[in-house]
């Protein structure tokens, strides 16, 4: 089965980004997704709901990668060496 996952620099409560990435995460389970937020600055809140991008599978070719993108945040080397496919979601 495809696992679709969400990557954003920071994961933080009650920020535009987050929402649209817990709703996304809800449709996906809806659907029968695998679908797990990761993050490398999580507010302590959310720890039970996002999980360090230290965490993901990156040898895993049978995923799919959303990349939030809302400021500068330099993880280009960190995410060419995940090996799956990569969708980049850009929050203006």
Do not use: T
């Not at 996304?24 to 679908?35: H, M, P, T, V």
């Not at 797990?36 to 709901?49: S, T, V």
């Not at 995923?63 to 060419?80: C, K, T």
């Amino acid at each position: 089965m495809v696992e679709i996952h969400q990557f954003s620099p920071s994961a933080l409560s009650g920020d535009g980004v987050g929402n649209g990435m817990f709703y996304l995460q809800r449709i996906l389970r809806s659907l029968g997704f695998i679908s797990n937020i990761y993050a490398e600055n999580i507010e302590d809140i959310l720890g039970d709901r996002v999980l360090s991008y230290k965490k993901i599978d990156r040898s895993n070719r049978n995923q799919i990668l959303l990349v939030h993108y809302s400021i500068y945040y330099d993880f280009s080397i960190w995410l060419d060496g995940i090996e799956c496919r990569k969708i980049m979601i850009y929050h203006n």
